[in-house]
Each structure stands twice: as C-alpha cells, then as structure tokens.
C-alpha cells in the first residue's frame, strides 16, 4: 500500500484513452465500474477535445457481481460495434474489472466480430499510464501487422531508385507534451531534409495506416515513453531502424538532423551548415534561438539555478538545452517515469547532481525547496510546488492542466520549438532589466520589497515572507542600530542575526534573500559565529560568490 | 434518433404522483462518491479523507478536484499494490502503517476517514473493522470513521450521504428539542440560514455536518431535520432510526424553495405567520428582484438535465416555476422518492422523467430535442457545445454556494451564463 496525494500519471488503462482517442476508426470498450467516466473529462476538458474519447464503460455495479458482469461485457461490445462501426475494436479492464477476471479481452474475442478485437491485458496494480499507453500502441500495431511479418532474416528491400526516403513518426498522442505542433514542425524540418511522412501514429492514425507503417525506410521514436516498445518491436521484425535523439533544443535538433540524415542515407549538411552554433545571422538560420541567447540582455540569464523534472524525454532534453543553451545551472534533475530511470541517471552525471527518481510529490517537493532554484521547469505538480515556494516555473512535461494546451502554434521539438523554450523558460523570470532597476531602486518608497515585480503579482506578494519593512521605514537612513538585537532565528545552538546584520539582508532583493540568509547561516555555522552582523554577511558573500 | 422508438420505457405509477419515470441502464457518465471527497474536505477543516483504492481513485479525485491542487491536501490514496491483492503483504496491517504514518506527520488532523472503493469492496477489506481498530489506538486525539464512496455502490453525491451515514453512531442521545439542518452547505450560506432562524425564533439550531468532524452534533426524539440536499437519503433514514422527525418541504432553492423549507421549520417552532412574514419579506423582495434580472434570459428556453448530482429535481423545479424554463427531460442517478416526494409535486405533469443512464440513447434524445441549454457533466459539455448545443457543467452546482434567498440570482447566473456568452461571441 502506497499513500499517495497527488499522482504523476493515471492508471494504465487510462494511457490505452489516450491511444484510442488520438487514433481514428478505433473504439475501446472498458469494463469499468460507475466513476471510472471521469477519464473523459481529461480529453474534454484539458485536451479540449471536441468529441466524446471513443470509449463505451459497462458500467457494473455491486449488484452485478458474480452473475451479469460478463454479459455486460458482451452487450457492451455488440452496441459499440453496432453504433461506431470502428474498424478496430479494442477491449480491456479498469483496476476493478481486473479483479473481477472476467476475461473481458477473451469474451470480446469469441464474439466472431468483422473486424479485429485487440484484447488489452494492462496491470492496474503495478503499472501506470505511460507504460499502458506504450502497451497498448504496441499491442494495436502487432495485431494490425501480424500477417505481414517476414520470415525472420528477411533483408529490407532497397528504396526504390528516386523515390524520397520516408519516415513513421511514432508516439505522438492526445494528452502528450505539445505532440500537435511537435508532429507539424518535424514533419516540416523532415521535408526540408527532404525525407516524407509515410505514417504518424499514433495521432491521427487509422488500422489502414497502421497497416501502412513497414512502407517507410525508418521509424522515428518521438515519445520514448509511448513508442519506444513499439519502435523496437518493428526494428526487430520489420529490420526498421529508429531513431535515438529526441529532437529538442538546437543542439539536439542538430544532431537529431544528423541521424535522419545518416537513416535516410541523405546529406544534410547545407542545413546544418545554416544552423551553426554561434551563427548570429536571423537570415540564414531557421532558430533565433542561440542569438537570443547570446544577445546581451539574456546574461543574467548566466547561472541562474534551475530544477527540472518531468517524463524522462522532455527533463533529459531540457537539462541540456538549461545547461548548454541558456547557460543556466542545472541544480536537479528527476523524473517520475521508473521506466526509464537509467537513462535520467545517466543524464544527471553530466550535471554532477544526483537524479531523483520518484513518483512522491512531497520528495520532490521537498528537493525542490532544498536546492533552492531560481526556475523550476516541470509539470503542472511543480508548478504548484513553485508557486508556493515563490520560485519562477515553466511546464515542460505531462501532466499538464488546460493552460498548458496552447492555442498557438507552440512546438518544443525542432528549431521553431527551441524558440518557443526560449520565450516559455525566460517569461517567468524576473527580467534582466528590471532585476537591474529592482537593485538600483531597492530601498525607493515605490520599488520597496512588497512591491513586487510588475508581472508576478501573486507569486511575490502572497509566497514571501512577511518580514519586509513597511515603505517609510525602508526609506529611512540606514542607522547603527543602539536597540537590543532581534534574532532571525533563534533556534538553540543556531546563529542570531543582529539588528543591524538583519536590516542589511533586508535590502538585498527579495529573489536572491531566501539564499543569501542560507548561506550566510551556513558560513556562520561553520565559522563558529554566535551572531550574525553586517560583516558576517559580506564575509559569507565573499566566501560563496555568485 | 432512428432508434428512439426501441427504447424499452419503463412507465411506473408512483404514489402522490402520476409522472411517467423513463429507466435506463447502460453507461453512466457520472462520478463515483469518492468525488465527495472534494467538496467534504473544504467543509471538515479537521478531517483527512484517506481513499482505500487504486491509482484510479487517486486520479480521479485528483481529477475532479481540478484546479485545487494545494500543496499538502486533506485526503490521499492508499494505493493497492499487487502485494496486497497477492497477500504477500497482509492488507489490515498496511493500512495501519500508512494511517499511522500519515497522522504523524499531520497532528491538526482530528478525523481520518477510510473511504471505500471499487477495489477495495471487491476484495472485501473491511474498512468498518479497520476504523475500530485503529480507534483502539487513536482515540481520542484522533477519531476514525469509514464510509463506501465507491462506483460499484455510489454514484457522485452519495459519498456525502455516507459520510454523513457514519456520524449517526456516534452522535450523542440527546432529548433536547433542537433544528438539525442537514447536508454540507457552503459557510457562507450557512451563516445566513442560522441569522434567518435567529430571526423566525427557531432554536436551538445545528447544522450537520459542522465545520469540524470533532464536534458531532447530538441527535433524539425531540430533534428536528430540515433537509438542504435531496442525496442525504440514507442518513436522513438512519437519523429518524434514532428518533428524530422530518420537517417535510422542497429544497432551499430559489424563492419559492427557500421561503417553503424556512416555513416548514417556522410551522414546528410556531413562529406567528407575521413574524415570518416581517423576516422573509425583505429578502424575498431582494431575491426577487435579483431573479428578475436573469428571468428574461431564461424564460421559454428549453432545458436537458442529464443524471448527475441528484439536485437536478429541485433544480428543475427552481427553473421552470420560477424563470420560466421549459422541461425538455429531467435525469437523475436514482429516484428516492421520500427524499423528492415535495419537489415532485411542484413539477409540471407532462415533465420527462428519467432515472439511471443509457448515454447514447441519452444524447440521441438530446440531438433530437435540441434543447437551448443541456445540463451535464464535464465529460460531455465540450463534445455537446460542438455540436451546437448549449451547456452547463453540473459539478459548479454542487462547488457554488447555491441555496438560499440571497444565492438565488446566483444559482439563475449560472444557467444564464453559457447562454449569455453564446450571444456575446461573433468568432
């Protein structure tokens, strides 16, 4: 028994919804108890879908237990067939129908309908949504392929003589990170390189297209997390070789461009020529990009702390793009996909920080607040976790709520999702010039610290601490202070901070406060230091720098 | 639409009633009980509401709790694993561990409700067992109470019902003549119903549930109940088990509404009819012109009220008598008669009843209806707006502080608005 207060991801047959609702010509039949319908609201409400998920719910009830639920079932599946006419019908079990053992997949099958009935087997027990969308993608793509596996050993037919090279785009579904606009704008960079979309699935897709999927040269793996298993199974049984870089940031955009080039057996280097780091030219390259980043106005962008966690693709691809692309400081890196663990681990070496791997809001609650960033970029759990900390966040992964669904078009992955980055990570942050005007005016009856940043308004008067001095007194000459020292702190053994020590940091801009009173703590403790004065604060920043 | 004819009708004669009631049965699209949790939790400010289920449940609630995702919440999940289901782990002494647990690192937390499941009830933990024993360990810092909010027995607002169900047994004997006004109503309202009483000579009143689960209200003969919420149905049967007596009247909804239920209780404290009079006129003549305002939005338009929150009787009366709404067909979960037996009789004799839920039939008969405004869940209302069809999502009527005098224009607002935009919108 695990206590959980806020989950990451739903229940795995909730990720065989999203497979089913981002294909076509697909319905799914779930049996499911009353309440289990809430699924739909995900798709309606933060998907803003404009149809009903293609599910029907048998609905059982307590009183059907033990005698009709199978005949549920079946009634179930006849209606469905009847009124939707899918030409694929997918059948399965919510977390209380798996107790049941009704054998949902095996009724469904026996029924001898005209089309195929894909029997779905997802443990509510021990698996999650991402690993039951995977499954599901996978299992729909074996049954729909299974009568054109070639005998194992089967050389690829060569591409015919001037025809294009042609790719499947695999893993892009409702409900996934920007996947609508992601599947558009590499479907554009793969034109460009002058490589066609044969299939893109599952969004969009249909069984015909499915069946269609062995006609490309290649498959690219977009969302690990949803086709990773599917990719492998076809470059198993189909010699398709799949891509490995996620194509998100301008360096990985880059590289991503280099290995479709080396799949498609194409030379790409004009385009990569065009897309040179350092390049400061908008004209000839497609990314504004890295000249945003290296336009003077972004270096107090430099070093800024940033904590990311989400799915493992988007935290591992925006770990590099904060490190290498904006020059922030990476200070955590997480994800709550198990599955995918190793790969995060190995990423955070590059970081020299440690990866957390949990599904535990509270942990990752709590990491957050002990690394203290500048910038959390995740999902829509540490948004809220930032913006109780007061800290600047971005969304960069599932799970996300309504606002992440932009109306725009506003890709991550490929040269126009870098820019998109670049704007989605920059505008939560205070910005350089008014962090500049912010110090300069610090102690000004109009820019005092309950004033707070003219675009955060929440954020910065509702999360900080209550200590700030009212205007007049911030606006006072700076006197030696004569009165009896009020500590900060005055837990036993801790250092006190005197008067005249507290009324220093109170001048130091709210954003960077919470860290200059930890280290200057931290020095204290280390040096012995009973009390903390204005030279012990100066001393500790010092010590630490920036 | 083709098929509306093979819908197999279930007409049935009720007593005091002659309305034909339509029942179905297929497809629900309507929340378990555990969605209680979301609106129960804001009220106990003492209580944490620990779901014993699946990753279902957690998602869920979670879900339908939307946007109010707070930092630490009241209520969790105890997530079945397949340890538990294989009996590698014994399930009991899990729970304790993860209640314990939790209890310690929550000390302001006065009341812990285990929450039955789906899962939960299929694998037959018993969670009634589990509240006593951990009582054994917990009482009195902290009392355990346990409750079924799951789908295979509950729909949506009966989950309040059970929760309220397990107070009754431990509810002080009291002899004393008191009001118990019951059903989970916002504080807001609750203040002003307590000044109206005040103000009519009715006392001692107490309203069930309190703000805390720590201060249990007393229940006996000489106790009155005046119902706010027609889905209490199960505790108002076991609160009359242990004497107390119903003040029969509709539900506090709209003038009409309000004005009947606060007289009901004014008759049994024999408030002289001037008194009553003098103390509701004024607000009537308020939420009066309050109505007026929306009256004109409203009236003649058609309404659809799919099943969900068991207020769509009450509802239904409040639009059609009082804004002039049509009745295109009124749905519920589950028809308790004794609980809507005073509601029934205000609606108009050619009202469409219909109880339980086939939801493709459902919205063939909508399709077909086209209604001007249909009343339904969040799953449906985007998918319906995009077939043209006008919607109200009827979980606000169960977050909004909707019953009362001064809340009534509130209440019209709230069907007024998808209409209103829909008219101010040219893209």
């Known amino acids: ?546 | 639409m083709s098929n509306l004819h093979d819908i197999p009708v279930v007409l049935s004669q009720r007593s005091g009633s002659d309305l034909p009631v339509l029942r179905e049965r297929g497809q629900r699209e309507v929340f378990c009980g555990l969605t209680g949790i979301v609106w129960l939790h804001r009220k106990l400010q003492d209580a944490f509401f620990l779901v014993v289920g699946s990753r279902t449940c957690a998602h869920l609630v979670q879900s339908a709790a939307g946007v109010m995702i707070f930092a630490e919440p009241r209520f969790g999940t105890a997530i079945l694993t397949d340890r538990d289901l294989a009996g590698i782990a014994d399930a009991n002494d899990e729970l304790d561990r993860v209640c314990i647990s939790l209890l310690e690192r929550r000390p302001e937390i006065k009341a812990l409700f285990l929450v039955g499941s789906c899962p939960s009830e299929v694998i037959k933990l018993d969670l009634a067992r589990a509240a006593e024993r951990l009582n054994e360990r917990l009482l009195p810092r902290v009392r355990v109470l346990s409750y079924s909010g799951s789908g295979i027995e509950t729909t949506f607002t009966q989950g309040e019902d059970n929760a309220l169900k397990a107070f009754v047994p431990i509810m002080p004997q009291t002899d004393a003549r008191q009001l118990l006004v019951v059903g989970c109503l916002p504080d807001v309202v609750e203040d002003q119903f307590r000044r109206q009483f005040e103000q009519l000579g009715i006392g001692p009143v107490n309203f069930f549930p309190g703000r805390r689960a720590e201060d249990v209200p007393s229940i006996g003969p000489n106790t009155q109940l005046l119902l706010a919420q027609p889905f209490n149905g199960e505790t108002v049967r076991a609160l009359t088990a242990r004497g107390a007596t119903v003040l029969a009247a509709p539900y506090p909804f709209g003038v009409e509404g309000t004005t009947a239920w606060l007289r009901a209780a004014a008759r049994a404290w024999q408030t002289p009819d001037t008194q009553f009079d003098a103390v509701t006129a004024p607000l009537i003549k308020r939420a009066r012109a309050a109505l007026e305002r929306y009256r004109p939005q409203l009236a003649g338009k058609r309404l659809f009220m799919l099943p969900d929150s068991q207020l769509e009787i009450p509802l239904a009366r409040f639009l059609n008598r009082e804004m002039g709404m049509a009745l295109v067909e009124v749905g519920t979960p589950y028809l308790d008669r004794q609980m809507v037996s005073e509601e029934l009789a205000l609606l108009p004799p050619d009202v469409v009843l219909s109880e339980g839920q086939h939801l493709e039939r459902q919205l063939d008969r909508v399709r077909a209806a086209r209604p001007d405004l249909t009343v339904c869940g969040l799953g449906l209302a985007n998918p319906l707006e995009a077939e043209g069809l006008a919607t109200k999502w009827s979980i606000e009527l169960v977050f909004s502080p909707i019953h009362g005098y001064d809340q009534a224009a509130d209440l019209a607002e709230l069907f007024v608005r998808p209409l209103a935009r829909r008219e101010r919108l040219a893209v």
């Not at chain 1, 695990?2 to 990720?15: A, N």
């Open chain 1, 1 to 546: 028994m695990q206590l959980t207060l806020w989950t990451y991801e739903g229940p795995p047959h909730v990720g065989a919804m999203r497979i089913a609702t981002s294909m076509r010509d697909v319905h799914y039949v779930l049996h499911a108890p009353q309440g289990d319908t809430y699924a739909d609201l995900l798709f309606t409400m933060i998907e803003r879908q404009d149809r009903r998920p293609p599910v029907t719910y048998t609905t059982f009830q307590a009183r059907d237990l033990g005698g009709s639920t199978a005949d549920l079932v079946k009634t179930a599946v006849a209606e469905a067939y009847e009124r939707f006419k899918p030409k694929a019908l997918l059948v399965g079990e919510s977390c209380t129908a798996e107790l049941i053992q009704d054998q949902s997949g095996s009724l469904a099958c026996g029924m001898n309908l005209p089309i195929p009935v894909i029997p779905l087997e997802l443990p509510s027990y021990s698996k999650k949504e991402n690993w039951g969308a995977a499954e599901t993608f996978y299992h729909v793509v074996r049954a729909l392929l299974a009568d054109q596996v070639p005998p194992p050993g089967t050389p690829r037919p060569a591409r015919a003589e001037g025809r294009r090279p042609h790719a499947n785009l695999l893993g892009p579904t409702v409900l996934g990170f920007r996947c609508r606009d992601d599947v558009q704008e590499i479907r554009r960079l793969l034109d460009l390189l002058g490589i066609d979309v044969n299939v893109i699935a599952p969004l969009g897709a249909s069984p015909d297209d499915i069946r269609r999927l062995p006609e490309a040269d290649f498959n690219i793996d977009l969302y690990p997390e949803v086709s990773r298993t599917t990719a492998s199974w076809l470059q198993r049984n189909f010699g398709m070789p799949a891509t490995r870089v996620i194509p998100m940031g301008v360096g990985a955009t880059r590289d991503f461009i280099a290995e479709v080039a080396q799949l498609a057996g194409i030379d790409a280097s004009a385009v990569l020529a065009a897309e040179q780091p350092g390049v400061a030219g908008f004209s000839s390259s497609l990314s504004r990009m890295p000249w945003y980043a290296r336009s003077v106005d972004s270096t107090y962008l430099t070093g800024k702390r940033v904590f990311i966690f989400g799915d493992a693709t988007h935290a591992i691809a925006a770990a590099r793009i904060a490190k290498e692309e904006m020059g922030f400081t990476v200070v955590g890196l997480g994800t709550y996909s198990r599955e995918f663990a190793r790969d995060v681990r190995d990423a955070a070496k590059l970081y020299d920080v440690e990866a957390l791997i949990s599904d535990d809001y509270l942990e990752v609650e709590q990491a957050i607040g002990a690394a203290a960033p500048e910038l959390v970029l995740g999902t829509q759990m540490e948004r809220h976790i930032a913006k109780r900390l007061g800290v600047a966040c971005a969304v960069i992964s599932i799970p996300i709520h309504v606002q992440d669904v932009p109306a725009r078009y506003s890709p991550v992955y490929g040269f126009e999702g870098a820019n998109v980055i670049f704007d989605t990570w920059v505008h939560p942050l205070v910005m350089g010039l008014e962090e500049h005007l912010l110090q300069m005016f610090r102690d000004d009856f109009e820019f005092h610290d309950d004033a707070a940043a003219s675009h955060l308004p929440a954020v910065a008067r509702d999360a900080r601490p209550a200590a700030a001095p009212d205007a007049v007194a911030a606006a006072e000459p700076v006197v030696t202070a004569v009165a009896t020292p009020e500590p900060v702190s005055a837990a036993a053994g801790e250092p006190t901070w005197s008067e005249d020590g507290e009324r220093e940091l109170k001048k130091i801009p709210f954003f960077v406060r919470g860290k200059a009173k930890r280290n200057t703590e931290a020095f204290a403790r280390e040096h012995g230091l009973a009390t903390i004065t204005v030279e012990t604060l100066y001393d500790a920043k010092a010590h630490y720098g920036r």
